[in-house]
T-cell receptor, first 114, second 111 residues
Framework: NAGVTQTPKFRVLKTGQSMTLLCAQD?????MYWYRQDPGMGLRLIHY???????AKGEVPDGYNVSRLKKQNFLLGLESAAPSQTSVYFC?????????????FGQGTRLTVV | EDQVTQSPEALRLQEGESSSLNCSYT??????LFWYRQDPGKGPEFLFT???AGEEKEKERLKATLTKKESFLHITAPKPEDSATYLC????????????FGKGTKLTVNP
């Protein structure tokens, strides 16, 4: 079982460049999340989606955009990267209803903006 | 605003020395409280889900409990391989179901 897969695992960007992070899940989960993790700050929610075609802002959405065109995929875009976006990015997914609401995480994308 | 606070930030134990980690929460409506383990360079790994006050879950040396305001992760006779950061998260209800995390407790178990 693949679970949650993030692509790429590492990336170095120059300030002002753009990129897209891909998250794919094979568990038929309705909910998907994008987090960033920084030392001393914990996991902070960037954007999330409660279903195909829907997205919502989290705690730190500025500078990021997302899309959920297919249920199994959730894309995170950086239009003009800034050094403050240097971080480790995690994608997660979960069911919406039922007795198993826990989220499962990917292995992360380490992004450095220089 | 939904808040999750974990304490202590860091904890050092000797092998075999039992202790507890705390997760206190203030949320508008709790749909579930989750414990995760995170090893360096990896994504959080799911451990337990607790849904209602009084509920308890166990796995090997770990036991999670839940009250109306906080959760505890009890570690009995820990081993060095239990060293990791333990994260607590809550899933809230009320129109915008978010998954909100605490900052974690870094546990080090010395042999």
């Amino acid at each position: 079982n693949a679970g949650v897969t993030q692509t790429p695992k590492f990336r170095v960007l120059k300030t002002g460049q753009s990129m897209t992070l891909l998250c794919a899940q094979d568990m038929n989960h309705e909910y998907m999340y994008w987090y960033r993790q920084d030392p001393g700050m914990g996991l902070r929610l960037i954007h999330y989606s409660v279903g195909e075609g829907t997205t919502a802002k989290g705690e730190v959405p500025d500078g990021y955009n997302v899309s959920r065109l297919k249920k199994q995929n959730f894309l995170l875009g950086l239009e003009s990267a800034a050094p403050s976006q240097t971080s480790v990015y995690f994608c997660a997914s979960s069911y919406r209803w039922g007795q198993r609401l826990e989220a499962f995480f990917g292995q992360g994308t380490r992004l450095t903006v220089v | 605003e939904d808040q999750v606070t974990q304490s202590p930030e860091a904890l050092r134990l000797q092998e075999g020395e039992s202790s507890s980690l705390n997760c206190s929460y203030t949320v508008s409506g709790l749909r579930g409280l989750f414990w995760y383990r995170q090893d360096p360079g990896k994504g959080p790994e799911f451990l337990f889900t607790l849904y209602s006050a009084g509920e308890e879950k166990e796995k090997e040396r770990l036991k999670a409990t839940l009250t109306k305001k906080e959760s505890f992760l009890h570690i009995t006779a820990p081993k060095p391989e239990d060293s990791a950061t333990y994260l607590c998260a809550v899933r809230t209800q009320g129109g915008s179901e978010k998954l909100v995390f605490g900052k974690g407790t870094k546990l080090t178990v010395n042999p």
